[in-house]
Structures are given as structure tokens and as C-alpha cells.
């Protein structure tokens, strides 16, 4: 089965408007980190925003807040004002805590923002 | 301060040969990461390290791949008798274990082509 889904392989979003980026999870670790990163089209990886599987609050990091659902097992990633900048590649990953300290990464989905 | 610097930038070689993909973490790091990115994937991992040892190399794919961090800075990744497969984008990253979510900063990644 596949660690971390991200269902959507491309999304288009009008600047200055919100967009909800899709990802679920599947781990038997009680103790785990989620993360998002962007990938523009530079290559480099840049990371976005952490979740720990034990925080009570979504995370938030400027424009960027995590939709925690632990029940669910997502962790969508929320762009608020949508920037041209915002096109890029997004990555969603997770870290086993009780197991290794790797990444595991979903497939990603590209964003693309439009005037 | 300098972020994760990764050299060469672009490497072709030729089926058989042998390459070395070199990786300078960020000031300080103990942990670093080394990561796989074939195109339009996500990155998948192949090996990590705190400090000189090898925490993890469950993601190498077979005995070709070899890595290296002799003095806990720098790492190496080598690999033997390269084959067409091996073609991929070679990304590294370093963590602050200190840090809560312990997020891995990425280099801008080795572009191997082996024709």
C-alpha cells in the first residue's frame, strides 16, 4: 500500500484566491512528522511546513496551514492568496519517528497559478 | 548561512563507468540524506546518515550504490558500472537534529545521465 497519496496531479488556481492541496497517509507508527515541500522548477526542494503526529494544532507558516485530520489520516496543505511564485511542484512526506528517520514521499502534484 | 551545496551540477557518463556525486551539508548538521529523483516522481531514499555511520541504507538499490561521510561532514555517493537506469536527479539533505521537526533542507540535486 502506498505510504502517502497525493491524488491530484495537477491543480490550477486563480491568483490571490485559496487552494487546498490533497494528501493522505498511511503509517502504524503512533509517533510520526508530515511535511510539504515545493519544487519549482528549479529542482530544489524547499521545505513548506511540519505537522507532528502528536501536535493539537494544525501548523501554520505564513500563507501555508496544514489541515491536520489524524482520524482521516490527511494532511492537506492550504495556500492562502495564491501567488504567480505558487506554481511549482508540491510534495507531501512523512516521517516514521520510531523507525527511521527518512522521508517517504507522495508523487506530488503540480500547481500552476493564473493571473 | 550557506545552504546544502551538491557538485557536480550535471554529470553524463557513459554505461559502465564509474561516478562519485559529491554532497556539502549545511554547518553543523549531523544528519545527512541522500535521495533519488527520476522524473515526475517524487524523491524516493536511498540512504541517511548520523554523523560518520550509517543510520539507514535501506534504499540502496543494489550493491552498485556505496556512500560515504568519512568525517561527518561531507558524503559521497558512488556508483559502480553505472547502467541507463541509474539516470536521475541525486538529491541531498542535511538536518538539525535539535530541531522539533527536525525538517531535511535539500540541495539543488545532481542531474546524472548515463547514455
Known amino acids: 500500500a502506498q505510504k502517502i497519496t497525493q491524488t491530484q496531479p495537477g491543480m490550477f488556481v486563480q491568483e490571490k484566491e485559496a487552494v487546498t492541496l490533497d494528501c493522505t497517509y498511511d503509517?502504524?507508527?503512533?509517533?510520526?512528522?508530515l511535511f510539504w515541500y515545493k519544487q519549482p522548477s528549479s529542482g530544489e526542494m524547499i521545505f513548506l511546513i511540519y505537522?507532528?503526529?502528536?501536535?493539537?494544532q494544525n501548523a501554520t507558516e505564513g500563507r501555508y496551514s496544514l489541515n491536520f485530520q489524524k482520524a482521516r489520516k490527511s494532511a492537506n496543505l492550504v495556500i492562502s492568496a495564491s501567488q504567480l511564485g505558487d506554481s511549482a511542484m508540491y510534495f507531501c512526506?512523512?516521517?516514521?519517528?520510531?523507525?527511521?528517520?527518512?522521508?517517504?514521499f507522495g508523487t506530488g502534484t503540480r500547481l500552476q497559478v493564473f493571473p | 548561512g550557506a545552504g546544502v551545496s551538491q557538485t557536480p551540477s550535471n554529470k553524463v557518463t557513459e554505461k559502465g563507468k564509474y561516478v562519485e556525486l559529491r554532497c556539502d551539508p549545511i554547518?553543523?548538521?549531523?544528519?545527512l540524506y541522500w535521495y533519488r529523483q527520476s522524473l515526475g516522481q517524487g524523491p524516493e531514499f536511498l540512504i541517511y546518515?548520523?554523523?560518520?555511520?550509517?543510520?539507514?541504507d535501506s534504499g540502496l538499490p543494489n550493491d552498485r550504490f556505496f556512500a560515504v561521510r568519512p568525517e561527518g561532514s561531507v558524503s559521497t555517493l558512488k556508483i559502480q558500472r553505472t547502467e541507463r537506469g541509474d539516470s536521475a536527479v541525486y538529491l541531498c539533505?542535511?538536518?538539525?537534529?535539535?530541531?522539533?521537526?527536525?525538517?531535511?533542507?535539500f540541495g539543488p540535486g545532481t542531474r546524472l545521465t548515463v547514455l
Open positions: 539533505a542535511s538536518s538539525d537534529s535539535g530541531t522539533s521537526g527536525n525538517e531535511q533542507f
Open positions: 503509517t502504524s507508527d503512533p509517533s510520526y512528522g
Open positions: 505537522q507532528g503526529s502528536y501536535d493539537q
Open positions: 512526506a512523512m516521517r516514521e519517528d520510531t523507525i527511521t528517520d527518512k522521508l517517504i
Open positions: 554547518s553543523g548538521h549531523t544528519a
Open positions: 546518515f548520523q554523523g560518520t555511520g550509517a543510520a539507514d
